[in-house]
Each structure stands twice: as C-alpha cells, then as structure tokens.
C-alpha cells in the first residue's frame, strides 16, 4: 500500500499499546523492616497486562505509515539517542515528520554500550498494517526522580530519596540532560527540515518540561491528570487502569495502583492528536 506520509513518533509506555487490569500479575521487592527482617511488599508494578495492538499510535491517520519508538521507562534521552541513529545515518530526511509524546520528565536514563538494533526490538505482533512498533532494551540503567506510582527507583519518591538523588533532582544535572537532548532533536529536525509536533502527556512544570525552539506544541488536552486541560480519563475506569492495594502487602496499608490507559482511553488520546495534526497538514 501507498501511504501518503512517513511519520516518525517516539514516547514511553503509555504509547506502547493497551493495557488490561490483571489482579494476579504481582511485582514485590523484599523491604527492610525496622527489626531487621525483610516483608514483600507490592511494589506499584504489575497489576495490568500489555496489548501492544490498541495504542494511541493506531489511531492516527491509517493513510500514514507510523515507526513507532515506544520507550517503557524512557523518555527524551532514548528519543534523542533513536533520532540521532536515523540522523548519522542520512534517513532522517525518510520521515514527512517526528512526532513525540512527551512524558513526565526528567528522567534520567542512559543506553547500555552497542549497536542500536541491539537496544530495541521489534514487535511482530501489531495487526494495524500501518504501524512499526519497537521497544527498548536501552533503558536498563536508569532511575526516574518522578513518576505517576512514585515507588522505588523506577519513579522513586523523591520525598524518600536519599541525599544525592535529592541534590542531583533539584540541581542543575536533571535540567541540563533533558533540554540537551531535546535541543539535538529540535536541532536536526531544524538542519533536515524535517517538521517537528509534539504533545504533553501531563501537565508539568516549565523548567522539567524539554523545550523545542522549532517544533510545534500540538494543541490538545493532557491526557493525563484531572480538572482544567485535561481529558478526564485519569482515574475513569472507562479508560483507565487503577485498583487499591491489599494494605496487607501495601506499602503504608493505603496504596492504590495507578496503571496505563486501556483500548477506549488510548483511542481517546489518538483521535484528538490525529485532529490536532489535520490542522497543521
């Protein structure tokens, strides 16, 4: 088939397909107790399963041809690191334009050494004709400051955090390696006139939000959040995924898992940047 663009889009879990509440998919760490003694404890993890068919992704205008870099646990560095790879490889000039939904931040994560063909693989099993779905083996070195879950460090609490983390999330390192890496992604979009759109998955300050001096904010509602400017789809159990936690293997005895969107929440996301877009083609 003949598609009439060749779109590159980045983003995390929430852009890797769907997800389905499963009750019996428990993650636990061994927690030390004040005794001594260790407790598992439900870590936030877990509790849903992936459908890499329905994402947000497939959505998208189905006379375009999507490569789809869905990052779990990344965010503008893997993104930075996939574009550059095209880049030095003279095929980002392939792409009619990159798309990137943009997560919380800062998150900082960095590759494992090799070949990029080596850090993300390819998923076999996405029926919509029209999407090329890879995920990445590069974010297994990493600790996000931040997150929905806020739990261990894989969006570790900060308030828990001990010192240095502390010191490095309110410092300058945390700032400097998102903006860096999004100005490389705006920067070579610039140099190969490739259009650059994006879009907030979430509300977040300014200063942990990557800024892009030549790409397009695409006007839409967070998908993510509650109230003004955002799409009320977080805690609708219509689109999304959340249940509380057993108090007996709970953190504080009051925890809720806080999950991704299903198939219905995904398909809400896409029709509303397939829209957005419509204007800007």
């Not at 890499?52 to 779990?72: F, I, M, Q």
């Not at 259009?195 to 967070?222: M, N, R, S």
Request: proline share 4%; hydrophobic share 30%; net charge negative.
């Amino acid at each position: 088939m003949d598609y009439n663009e060749n779109v590159l889009v980045f983003g995390c879990s929430f852009s890797a397909g769907s997800y389905t509440y499963d009750p019996n998919y428990i993650m636990y760490s061994d927690v030390l107790q004040p005794d001594g003694t260790t407790k598992k404890v439900d870590n936030g993890l877990g509790r849903e399963t992936l459908d890499v068919n329905g994402g947000w992704v497939e959505s998208l205008d189905p006379k375009n041809y999507h490569t789809l870099y869905a990052v779990s646990g990344g965010g503008i560095v893997q993104h930075a690191t996939v574009l550059e790879h095209y880049y030095n490889k003279n095929r980002l000039k392939d792409f009619d334009y990159v798309l990137v939904q943009l997560t919380y931040e800062p998150r900082l994560t960095w590759n494992e050494p090799g070949h990029i063909g080596d850090r993300f693989w390819h998923e076999y099993e996405v029926q919509a004709e029209n999407v090329d779905l890879y995920q990445g083996k590069g974010t297994a070195r990493y600790f996000n400051f931040i997150s929905a879950n806020g739990k261990g460090d894989f969006g570790g609490n900060i308030n828990e955090a001990i010192e240095w983390r502390k010191m490095m999330f309110h410092g300058m390192t945390n700032k400097h390696v998102i903006q860096s890496c999004a100005t490389l992604i705006d920067e070579r979009c610039r140099e190969t006139e490739t259009p650059l759109y994006y879009f907030k998955w979430v509300e977040e300050a300014e200063e942990v939000t990557p800024q892009f001096e030549h790409g397009i904010c695409l006007d839409i509602p967070y998908p993510w959040g509650v109230g003004k400017g955002s799409m009320n789809m977080f805690l609708n159990k219509k689109y999304h995924i959340f249940a509380p936690i057993d108090p007996k293997i709970s953190r504080d005895g009051k925890d809720t898992f806080i999950g991704h969107f299903n198939k219905a929440g995904n398909k809400k996301v896409g029709k509303a940047v397939r829209k957005a877009l419509e204007k800007l083609r």
